[in-house]
């Protein structure tokens, strides 16, 4: 039986660190942004980490 493909939709939003974190960008930032005050800015520059329970699912799809 041939392995199974990784789902691309997964794999675009999800990144898995060296030291096997799983980093998400949360969503809402494209557009909507001048209201926001500096500090929700300044905080939509980062990436978020997954929970160790999803991010083990997350890992097992993507194949690492």
Known sequence: MPKLKTP???SKRFTVTKNNKVLHRKGGQDHFNSRDSGKVTRNK???KSLS????RFVRSV???
Do not use: N, S, V
């Open 8 to 10: 691309k939709a997964i």
């Open 45 to 47: 520059r980062r990436d």
């Open 52 to 55: 160790e329970t999803h991010a």
């Open 62 to 64: 993507i194949g690492k």
